[in-house]
C-alpha cells in the first residue's frame, strides 16, 4: 500500500446536513483548513463564513485534501459520493485518508475499504453517537473501524469533534458498534414511551410523570432530554424519526445476516415506522405521541404546538 500520509493538515468535507455543518464547524474553530462541499450549495456558503473553502465539485475537493470526511444520509449516498464516476475514489491522492462518518452498513463500510485501499488511500468508518447538540459542542463518541494506525494518525481530527473516541476494531467494526448503540437508543425509547402511557393511563398528572421519571436511574442520559422536551410536546428534530427508522432497517437487516435474534427490536420497529409515515420531519422521540394516540389519551394534545408556536391569531 501507498505509505500513509500523517500529516492530514488539509480537511474536506462532504455532506453538510444538520451533522456535517456542526461538525465541520468544530473543525474551523480547532484551525483545521476545511474545503466543504454540499449538493445543496447553500449548505455549503453557509460554513465560508466561518473560514470555509467552497469546491465546486467531489472531485475538486477530493484532489486539493489530505483527509476527506463524510457525514451522509445512507449506504446509497455513501455510495454516490465515492464509487460514483465523478466520485472521490476517481479523484483522492494515493496516501490520503478518508473519515466516513455516515451510520451505514458494516457490508457497505468494507466494500468501500477495499475499493479504497486498490487505490493506496486509507479508509476508517467513524459514526458518531450524540445528536446535534453534541456536536455543536463537540461531545460527540466516536466509534471507528478500520487499521489501528490509521485511527491514530486522525486522532487530532477526532479531538476536535468528540469527547471521547474508541476504536473497535477492522473495517465494518465501528458501524457495527453503532448499530449496537442505536439498537438500545431506539428500543429504549418505544419501552419509555409505553411507560409513560402506562402511568397516563393509571391517572398519574403527566407532567409531573415526566418530570419524576427524567430523575431516575432507569432513563439513560441520552433520553433524559428528550423527555424534557416530550412533556411540552416538542417532537422538533435533534435525531429525525427518519434516521432512526433506516437504523432500525440497518440493524435488522445485519441480525438477520448473523442470525441473531432481535425480537424486542423487531417489535419496536413498526410503531417508529407508522411515526415516521405520519411525521417523517419529528425527532424519533415522537414514538411517545403515537403510543398517547394508540392508547387515546388525547389530554396533553390541547396545547400541541400551540406552546411550541403561538398563535398569531
Known sequence: ????????????????????????????KSGFPVTVFDRNADKANALAAYGATVAHSIAQLASETDAVLSCLANDEAVRNVYM??????????????IIEMSTVSPETSRELHRLSSARGVRVLDVPVSGSTPAAEQGTLTLLCGGD????????????????????????GSGNTMKLVVN???????????????????????RRRLFEVLSKTAVIAPAHVGKLAKAMENDYRPQFAVGLMNKDFHLILQTAAAVRAPMPTTAAAFPI???????????????????????ANVNSARKYMREEIIPSTK
Open 84 to 97: 460514483g464516476p465523478q466520485g472521490v475514489l476517481e479523484h483522492i491522492r494515493p496516501g490520503s485518508m
Open 272 to 294: 417508529n415506522a407508522a411515526e415516521f409515515a405520519n411525521h417523517p420531519d419529528d425527532d424519533f422521540s415522537a414514538v411517545i405521541r403515537r403510543m398517547e394516540d394508540l
Open 183 to 205: 439498537t438500545l437508543l431506539g428500543v429504549e425509547m418505544q419501552a419509555i414511551a409505553e411507560a409513560v402511557v402506562l402511568g397516563e393511563k393509571a391517572g398519574l398528572d
Open 148 to 171: 489501528e494506525d490509521s485511527f491514530h494518525a486522525a486522532e487530532a481530527i477526532f479531538a476536535a469533534i468528540s469527547q471521547q473516541h474508541f476504536y473497535l476494531g477492522p473495517s
Open 1 to 28: 500500500m501507498t505509505p500513509m500520509n500523517t500529516d492530514y493538515s488539509k480537511l474536506g468535507f462532504i455532506g453538510i446536513g444538520a451533522m456535517g455543518n456542526r461538525i465541520a464547524g468544530r473543525l474551523l
